[in-house]
Structures are given as structure tokens and as C-alpha cells.
């Protein structure tokens, strides 16, 4: 390979993507405004849950158990109903959420020391969140237990409040939350963008720039020239492989800035794996551009061998370890598994390459084998 036949064929790439307005703005425009748009809309924290009241009871009691609901964070206090007829178009518009009816003599019932059921609705459209409310509900539900239990202990055994509830719950859990103390999604939700559109841009210019050259007859020049196939693919990929790196470079700061999600590993190593995913993810697009032959087919195939593996298999949405064996297994097959450990460890775990040597592993592998396919695949001829 001639450096200087590498340099130029950069050059005339480099200057082919500065003349095309709309490929420029795809190249930086579109990773930002992907960033902003699934960093904010993708949240997974389950807070603020509507919900209604049907007070039956409407004693001091019923009010003190239902202002737990109301003063707790996770739920969405809308007001109060009259009937339980009022709930359903409620519930069936998503008006509310949630929805609690406290029966009637809930207050005479239990100062009796009879059982009370307390019917709580939960909309179950969206499985995640249901569980979760679900366990809100149950640990307040639990908390006003306890709260009714040491006051009767307190004044059975005529021990002071405090001591009586220690005997209510003698043994407390401490919980402490490590890498993301104030459980924010946002926080692993940034890394775990950049995997995303570090996947699907670098292949869509990849792909969109070799497949151009074809469709306008440019590409017939390279096959008549005396440019070597290595010397080709290296000059072609280089300037998108710098773009990429540049994004990479803006999608940090912007995880970091924009949305505040701390940074405790080694931005050095952080930086060397980011260039040798990209690295990746411009070979995916080079081996699309070598069996597509309109930017229309370039896009579709780049789009299935992109976003399938980026949402399913890289623990974006679900953790690789709750995937059954065979998932598990196909998800060892694409880097955006890796890269995703990597993104995580650095922003919120503080590791490097010590406990990551393998992941970055994988990817070299991974480059390595794209690159090589690539160039055996590439023939300076007309394809029939």
C-alpha cells in the first residue's frame, strides 16, 4: 500500500462529503439530534403514576392511609371519585394509571381487628410498569401494617411508640444502591445511546458512500485504475472513520454536559475502545455496500443488521443475563453487547481495561474480521 494514493483517495472522499449538504448533515446533525431525542424520551424510571380515589369510608383512618399514597413520590394524586363507574372511562382513556378503593367501615373493621381489603386497579398495558406499581403499592400497603401494629403494641404493652415498632420490624434491610446511587435511568441510559448510534450511523455513511459511487458510474474508475484493493478500502473508510470519531467525541460531552451522567473511568481507554467499536461499525457498512447496489438497498440492509442486534442483544432494554441460552448466545455475535459493558463500566462503574481487557478483545476480533472479509469479498471488476 502507497500512503500517498491513500491520502488522496481520503481527500477526494473527504471533499465528495463536504460538497453534498444533506450527507453532511447526516454525518453530525443526525447522531445529536438521535441523542437528544432518545436520551429524553427513553425513561425508565416509573414516578409520578396518576391515580384515583374511591373514599367508601371517608374516616380519619381511611384519609391517613390513602395521604400515603398521595404524599409519596411515585404517584400522581388526580382527585376523587364518587363511584367505581367513575373509574373505568378514567382508567380506559389513561387518565390515571392506578386507581385504590377503600371500602366501607375500613376504620370500624380494623379498630375491630378484623382483616380489610383495599381493591387497588392497575392499568396493565405496559408489564414493566405494572409490577413496579404493583410494588409500591404493596411496600405502602405494608408500611401502614406496621404503623397500625405498633400502635396497638405500644398501647397493649404501654411502651413508647418508637420501641414498639422496633418490635414490629425486627429486622431492617439497609439498601444501598452501588454505580447509580440515585437510581437515574438517564444516567445509563446516555452510555447506552452512544452504543446505539455509534451502530447505526457509522454503517449508514459507510454504506451510503461506496454504494453512491456505483449508482453514479465514479466506482469504474477505481476498477480501471491501478489502486490496490487495500489502498481503496483504507482510503474510502478512513474519512468516515474520522467522522465517526469526531461523533464519538461529541456524544461524550454531551452524555456528560447534557445529560449529567458521571464519568469515573479512564477517558483514555474509554476513547481507544469507542475508535475500535466505530472501527467495527464501518466494516458492518463496507460489507453492505459490497452486496447492495442502490443507497436504497444500502439503507434497508444496514437498517436490519443494525437495529435488530443494537435493541435486542446488547442489554439496552433487557439485561443479557435475564435472555434464555440462546439469546444469550446470539448476543455474544454482535459488538454492541461488548460495547455496551464497556460504555457502562466507564461511566458509572469506574472500570478499564482490567476488568474490560476481554470486551475490547471481542471488538479488535470483531474489527479484524470485518476488515478482512471486506477486502477478500472486494473485486476491482465488474460484477455481473
Known sequence: MKPTRIKALAYKEWREILRDRLFLSLAFIVPVSMMLIFGYG????????????????????????????????????????????????LLADSKIRFAIIVPPNFQENLKAGRPVAVQSLIDGTFPFRTSTSKGYVIAINNAFNGKLLAGFISR????????????????KVQLRYLYNQEIKSLWSIAPTMMMFILLMTPPFLTALGVVREKENGSIYNIYSSTVTRAEFLVGKLLPYLGISIINVIILWLMAVLVFAAPF????LFFFLASVIYVSCTTGIGLLVSLFARTQVAAMMITVVVTIVPAVLYSGLLVPI??????????????????????ALGSFLKGIGMGQLWGRVGALLFYSSVLWIAAYLLFHKRVRT
Do not use: C, W
Not at 374511591?54 to 399514597?69: G, K
Not at 397493649?156 to 429486622?171: R, S, T, W
Not at 469515573?264 to 477517558?267: A, S, T
Open 42 to 89: 427513553i425513561k425508565l424510571d416509573v414516578e409520578n403514576i396518576p391515580f384515583a380515589v374511591l373514599d367508601q369510608d371517608r374516616t380519619a383512618m381511611s384519609r391517613d392511609y390513602l395521604h400515603l399514597f398521595m404524599d409519596s413520590r411515585y404517584f400522581d394524586y388526580k382527585g376523587h371519585v364518587q363511584s367505581e363507574r367513575e373509574l373505568e372511562p
Open 156 to 171: 397493649k404493652m404501654g411502651v413508647p411508640p418508637g420501641q414498639a415498632a422496633a418490635l414490629v420490624e425486627p429486622v
Open 264 to 267: 469515573k473511568g479512564d477517558p
Open 321 to 342: 443475563a435475564s435472555m434464555d441460552a440462546a439469546s444469550q448466545f446470539e448476543a455474544h455475535l454482535f459488538p454492541a453487547m461488548y460495547y455496551t459493558d464497556i
